[in-house]
């Protein structure tokens, strides 16, 4: 293929340029809750056979739960020093530097790591990884069963990278996320990782969110939807999609119903007849899997909204929603507002920088507090809603014990305003953490300062300082976690999935039942039509949560 190398063997030697060294990021690596060791083959390196790699047959036990395993292994660090040597490669010292870390994480005993080789560090200059770096990366984590999350954001991949990631996919079966966002990937790189991922059977997370892989790599990944089934999320935003491949996705999606979760920000769209929404409300309609969908900067205007709440109607499976971005006024809420007073599986809406205006706030607001009990979080941020209807939903979060999460940050605050959310704030009704506004007085009058929480803060980047998965900024996604690290680890089942020992009832109060197992509960369970859900994590073994009963 034009522009990617094809070496004749993986351990093909090759020359590029050599790069400069650098300082390097401190912050090496995050595990996920398991704890064991890596290991290292010494000795020489087998010949490559000729033959494709040999698919694994899956195990009854989840990919992520990791065997016993007692031989000894060696420093990943020198693995890599050895390699560069072999290879004649100059060692980046910003890898280097991060696989110290790891190799510091081993002695403790730990497993399970996400190898975090980020580039967009603010405090340490680095030295970001290229196409030839990620090769030698690539064959220090080959068939490393102990790696299970893969994790070089904002580094310049290009097409030479992809082609080395392919090839990792079609050989590591441990790893489960890999995020490549904004790597300058192109559509010949995400046509061969969409094509690593027919056979792959053990990743759940994929972003590539970023990388201009156009048209034509929107519709291999369309295509690679239709074979695949292991995939759980799939994050394309920004990926400069076209409307065939996006009409690609929403075709697929009616048959495929392993993925939870699917990112189609911002396509290229010409034309205002709302194509996009069209097709994928279809999707919706067919589709009884979606848990998460993000539609954000598709030009969706009130007719869009329309035949996306048609949809609403008849999905029983979809808990965010993403149309944040579009051209929504407040006759599109009137039709939200209308599906609200029946659907009981939205949890997460997010209608930030569209144009509901007061009259769509006070629309809303009516319905969330006389009806609907389901949602969680509402996110109405730079929306033109002046104080009567910022009051409304405040009093919408005093009335629904529900309703625990309100952002409304960038709308036209006025006295009113202020007090309301300061007295919510104050009273417990809304906890401090759950909002985006913090009141403060000055000379006897409340005002209301910004706070960084959101439902999805850290999408595009993580704080140089304080927990980089913080649930008070990202918090749509930890209300409705669908392919997240923190789900991983520990031998957790993925939310959404069933759980043999754990019940969880997602609804509003919530009590306490402890000794009790779940066979025991199962006629009570029964008796409310409850469902079987994932546990919080941190959650007790012997602890049943039962919600509102």
């Known amino acids: 293929m034009a522009g990617i190398p094809q070496p004749t063997g993986c351990d093909a030697q090759e020359t590029g340029p050599a790069h400069a060294p650098g300082r390097h ?16 083959r010494e000795g020489p390196t087998p010949a490559k056979s000729s033959a494709p790699p040999r698919i694994p047959t899956p195990s009854p036990r989840p990919a992520w739960v990791l065997a016993n395993r007692r031989e000894p292994i060696g420093s990943l660090q020198e693995h890599y020093n050895n390699l560069c040597k072999e290879k004649s490669k100059k060692i980046n010292p910003f890898i280097l530097h991060i696989l110290q870390g790891v190799d510091e994480e081993i002695e403790q005993g730990l497993e399970g790591i996400t190898l975090n080789v980020a580039g967009n560090n603010q405090l340490i200059p680095v030295e970001r990884v290229t196409g030839d770096d990620f090769w030698i990366l690539s064959k220090v984590l080959e068939k490393n069963p102990y790696i299970n999350g893969l994790d070089v954001r904002y ?62 790599g929107g519709m291999s990944f369309a295509a690679m939807l239709q074979i695949n089934s292991s995939l759980e999320k799939l994050d394309l935003g920004d990926c400069d999609l076209g409307m065939q ?71 029983k499976s979809l808990r965010y929603l993403d149309v944040s971005c579009n051209k929504i006024t407040r006759d599109g809420m009137v039709f939200l507002a209308d599906v609200l007073k029946s659907n009981t599986t939205l949890e997460v809406i997010d209608l930030s920088f569209n144009r509901i205006e007061t009259a769509g706030a006070k629309c809303l607001s009516e319905t969330l507090t006389s009806h609907n009990r389901s949602l969680k979080a509402l996110s109405v941020v730079s929306n033109n809603i002046e104080g009567e209807g910022l009051v409304a939903l405040s009093q919408s979060v005093n009335t629904n014990l529900t309703l625990s999460n309100i952002y409304i940050w960038g709308n036209k605050f ?76 520990a031998g957790r089942p993925f939310a959404g999935e069933l759980a043999d020992v754990w019940i969880c009832v997602s609804t509003s109060h919530q009590r306490e039942y402890s000794g009790m197992t779940p066979l025991s509960m199962a006629p009570l369970l029964f008796l409310f039509g409850l469902t079987i859900l994932c546990p919080p994590p941190g959650a007790g073994p012997e602890t049943l949560h039962v919600l509102n009963l």
């Open 414 to 489: 006025d006295e009113a305003t202020c007090v309301a959310y300061s007295e919510l704030i104050q009273t417990g009704c809304l906890k401090p953490d759950n909002t985006d506004v913090e009141p403060y007085v000055v000379d006897g009058r409340v005002h209301l300062a910004e706070v960084s929480n959101g439902l999805k803060k850290h999408y595009y980047w993580t704080p140089t300082y304080g927990e980089a998965c913080s649930h008070s900024a990202n918090a749509g996604f930890n209300l409705v976690p669908v392919g997240h690290q923190q789900d991983w680890g």
């Open 245 to 315: 491949s996006v009409i690609a996705f929403a075709t697929v999606l009616t048959q495929n119903q392993k993925i939870k979760g699917i990112n189609l920000n911002r396509p290229i769209l010409y034309g205002e007849q709302e194509e996009s929404t069209v097709h994928l409300s279809h999707m919706l309609k067919e589709n009884h899997c979606l848990v998460e969908l993000h539609m954000s900067k598709h030009g969706m205007r009130n007719g869009g909204m329309k035949q996306l709440c048609d949809a609403l109607y008849l999905s």
């Open 25 to 40: 990021d401190n912050a090496a690596t995050r595990r996920w809750g398991h704890t064991s060791m890596w290991r290292s």
């Open 155 to 216: 580094n310049i991949l290009r097409d030479v990278g992809a082609y080395y990631a392919a090839k990792l996919l079609q050989k590591q079966y441990n790893l489960i996320y890999l995020n490549l966002m904004f790597n300058d990937i192109g559509p010949e790189g995400g046509d061969l990782i969409a094509k690593a991922l027919y056979k792959n059977v053990t990743l759940k997370y994929l972003r590539m969110t970023g990388n201009k892989i156009e048209n034509e």
